[in-house]
C-alpha cells in the first residue's frame, strides 16, 4: 500500500470554536494508482492532501506514508519524508519566481544532495525533454505559459524520483485544453514510472481522466470508484 | 554544503535584485550607518591623536606625578573651577627625579608648578601721569609745556564725561566734586604751582584725578615654574618667538606670545587685531557678525587708550594727518580719533592699515617688552601678597598651538623664582637666615617678618591679603628701579632640579607603554615611600583631557541610536517581504527544505546586502577621510585649533576601524535579521496550497 488512513478526523480552530474538516476518513491508495479527490470547494479535499503531504497531522486516526505512520513524526522527519518520498504539485504552480527553470527543478535534489552537477544535470535535462521544455531551462518562470509552468512544477515535482506525487488542483489556473494536456502528461508518466499520483479537482473533464474518484462531501468519503 | 550554499547565495541575490525597494533600503541604511561610523571614529580618533600631541608636547608629558596629598586633582589646563588647586607638595625633588629616573622607560623628568598672579595695570591717567613725572624730574620745558596740553585735553574728556554721568548718577554730589577737582587741574593757577611745589602738582594728579579714569582690570598671568633649559629641549614644540630663554641660575619670565598679542597688547589695537582675523582672515562681514559688530562699536569709545599716548608735536602731528584722512571739518584730535575708530565694512581694511602705518609708531603698543622687568605678585601659600620683580627674557609659543589660548594659557619663570612667590626661600635665603638667626639667637622668626629682616621691606613688598586694594596698579617706575637688584639675583642652577616643586613631567622613551610604566612607577615610588600620584596626560589636562572621551561616548551612543533605529527599520523590512514570501518559503518547506534551511537563507540575504554595503560604506569613509587627509578641516575656533593640533586637521583613517566596523554593522543587521527570519522558518509547508487571488 502506498497510502493508508484509517478513522483520520481532522478539528481546525475558528476563532473560540472548533471545525471539523474531516470526519472519519479510511482510504487505502496502492502504489501506481492514478486517483482523484474529487468534490465542491469546502470539502476538505486539501485538508486531505496536506495530511497525506506531511504538512499537517490528524487530530485523531492515523495516516501512514509508504508504511511509515506520520502522525508521530518531528518537523524534521515530516521534511525528509515529503523530500524523499513525495512529489508536489501546486495549483499556482510555486516557482521560486527568482529562479530559471533549469535551477527549479535542480531545487529538490540540492536540497536532497547527494548528487554530483553532472548527475543533477543529466536527470534535470532527462525530466525536462519529458515535460517537453528541454529547449526553455534557461528562461525564468515568469517568461513562460501557464502550462509550462506547470510542466516546470511536474518536473520538479519527479525529480527526486518520489514514490507519490501529490497534486492540488494543477489544472485549476488552466485553460481547459491545457489542463487536460497536463493531465495526460501526468498519466503518461504515472503509467510509465509507476508512480503513485493523487491530485485534488472539480473539474468534471478533468475528473474523466483518473483511474480511481474518491468524492468528499462534508469531510465524509461519498463514494470511491475505480474505471 | 557548498552547493547548498551555492543555492542559498544564488536565491539571496535573485532576491535582493527582486525586492528593490527593501534592498536599496536596508543597503542605503547599513551604508550610511558603516560611513558614519568609520567617519565618526576615524575623526575622533584623528583628534584624539593631535589632542593628546597638543596635550604632551606643550606641558602635560606623557606622564605627571605629584603627591598625593593633594586635595584637588591636578588639573594643567585646568579644573573649570576659579580658585586655586590644593596640589600637595614634593618637597626634595631631586630624590623623587632619580627614583623616577631608575625605570628604564623614562627619559626625563621636567620640574613644574603653576600658579595664578596678578599684573596690576594701573589706568589710563596713571600711565599719563607716570610719564608727566619722569618728564618733570628730567626738566626739559619745551617736553613739560606739550605734556601739560595733553594731559588738559584728556581733562576736558574726564570732564565732560563726568558731567553726562551726573545726569544718570544717583549721587550726583559727588561727581560735582569730581569736577570740581578737574575744573581745578585744568585751571591756570593749579599749573603756575608746578615751578614752586611740583610735588604736591603731582601728588594732586596722582590721588584725586587719575583715579576718575576708571581703573583697568588686573590682568591674571598663569605662570609655570620649570627648568627653563631642560623644558626647552624636552619639549619639542616650545619655540622662543622674540628674545632669548632664561639663560641658566637667571631669574625671569617668558611670556606666551599669544597672552601678550591678546591680552597685554595696546587695547585699541587689540580691536583692529580682533577684526582684521574675522574681516580679513575669516571673511565676515561687521555688520553681520555679532561679537565683530560688538569690538566695532566699542573701538570709537576706546579713543583715550590712544590720544593718551600723543603729546605735543605728535599730537598736532596726527590730528592733522587725520584731518586729511578723514577729510573732515574738526581740529581737534579726540572728535577725529573717535571718527576715525569708527570702523565698518567699507572702510575697515584701509583704517587698519592707516592705524598700524601712522599712528601706531606713535604710541604704545605694549605696555612691557622684552628686556623690561615687571612685577609679578601672587599670594603665598600663608597667605601673603608676594611681588618678585622678573625680567621678561623673552615670548614664547608652542609650534602648530600659536593660536590657542589654552597651548598658551602659561608664563614660564624659573623655578627658584616660583618658589620664591610660592614663599618658599631659596638656599641662598635660608643660608641667610640660619646666620641671622644664630646672630641673634632666636630659634623661630614669625613667617610674615622673615623677608623684612632679611631684605628690608623694600625689596620685596608683602602685604597682607586684606590690604590688597592699596597695591592694586602697577608698581610706580621708582619701585621697579629699587627692584632689579633682586631681578638679577643669580642662583645656582642645581636649584632647579632640587627642593620644592608642586608637580613634574615624566617624559616616555616608549609612549606606547605609558599605561605599564605608570602603574611601574607608582609601584616604584610606593616601595621607596614617596607618597607620590602618577596620572596619564589625559588625567592631568583636567576636563580637557576627558572631553575626547565624553565626545566619543556621545558620538557612540548617537550611534548606537542611529543604528537602533535604522535595524528596526531593517527588522521591518524584512518582516514585510517575509509576508509577502509566505507562499515561496512554504513552498520550499513543502518540497523538502528544512527549517534551518529558510533561516539560513534570510541570513545569507542579510549578510550579502550587509557586508556589500557596509563595506561600500566604510570604502566611501576612507576615501572621503583620505580626502580631507590631505586638504585638511579648518579648525572653526581657536580653542578647537588646540585639539586640531593646529589650524587644521588632517584626520586620517585606522584599517582596524574600516574593516571591524562594518563587520560589526553587518552583524548587527544579522541580529535584527533573526526574528524575521524565525518566523518565517515557521510558516507552515501548508502555506504553499494557500492561493494568491
Sequence with gaps: ?227 | MFEELKVLLLVAIRNLALHKVKTLVVGGILLVGSFLVVFGLSLLGSVESTMSQSIIGSVAGHLQVYSSDARDDLALFGSGFFGRDDLGEINKFEDVKAEILKNENVSDVVPLGFENALLGRGNLLDDLFERFRSTVKAGAENDIASMIETIKANLRTVRSDLENEIKISGIPDDIRKQIADVEQALSDDFWLNLKRDPEAVLIFLESKIAPLSGEKEPLYLRYMGTNPAQFAEVFKKFKIVDGENIPAGDRGILLSQRIYETQIKNIVARGFDNLRKGVIEQRKKIAEDISLKTIASDLPKQYLEVVVYLSGDKRSEISAQLKDFLKADENELEPLMKKFLTVDDSNFEERFSYFYKTIAPSIRLYPFKVGDTINLRSYTRSGFLKTVPLKIHGLYQFSGLESSDLAGAFNFVDMVSYRELYGRMSSEGQKELEELRNEVSVKAVEAGSIEDSLFGGDVTIETRSDDKAKTAGLPSENTVLEFKRAATEKYDTAELNSGLVINAAILLKNPRRLNSTRIELEKQLADASMKLKVVDWKQASGTLGQLVSVIRAVLLIAVGIILIVAMAIINNAIMMTTLERTREIGTLRAIGAQRNFILKMFFVETLTIGLLATFLGAVLAVIFVSILGTRGIASPSDFVSFLFGGPRLYPTFSTTIAVVAPIVVAALALVFTLYPAFMASRISPAAAMQDRE
Design chain 1, 1 to 227: 500500500m502506498s497510502v493508508v488512513l484509517k478513522g483520520v478526523f481532522k478539528d481546525y480552530p475558528l476563532g473560540a470554536s472548533m471545525v471539523r474538516a474531516l470526519h472519519g476518513i479510511d482510504l487505502e491508495i496502492e502504489k501506481g494508482e492514478f486517483t482523484t479527490i474529487a468534490g465542491p470547494s469546502g470539502c476538505g479535499k486539501s485538508t486531505l492532501l496536506n495530511l497525506i503531504g506531511c504538512m499537517d497531522v490528524a487530530t485523531t486516526g492515523t495516516v501512514s506514508i509508504e508504511g511509515k505512520i506520520t502522525n508521530s513524526l518531528t518537523d524534521k522527519e515530516q521534511t525528509n519524508l515529503r523530500l524523499n518520498t513525495l512529489g508536489f504539485i501546486f495549483q499556482s504552480f510555486n516557482l521560486v519566481p527568482v529562479l530559471s527553470v533549469y535551477q527549479n527543478v535542480e531545487l529538490p535534489l540540492l536540497l536532497k544532495g547527494g548528487m554530483t552537477a553532472g548527475e543533477r544535470s543529466k536527470r534535470i535535462s532527462e525530466l525536462l525533454e519529458q515535460v517537453g521544455l528541454a529547449n526553455k531551462a534557461n528562461n525564468r518562470s515568469h517568461e513562460l505559459s501557464g502550462g509550462q509552468r506547470q510542466r516546470v512544477a511536474i518536473a520538479r515535482a519527479l525529480v527526486t524520483d518520489p514514490k507519490i506525487v501529490l497534486a492540488d488542483e494543477p489544472t485549476a489556473n488552466l485553460d481547459s485544453e491545457t489542463g487536460q494536456n497536463i493531465i495526460e502528461l501526468m498519466r503518461t508518466l504515472n503509467s510509465k514510472q509507476k508512480t503513485t499520483f493523487i491530485f485534488s479537482s472539480h473539474d468534471p473533464k478533468v475528473i474523466e481522466h483518473a483511474r480511481r474518484i474518491v468524492r468528499l462531501q462534508d469531510g465524509r468519503v461519498i463514494e470511491d470508484v475505480r474505471k
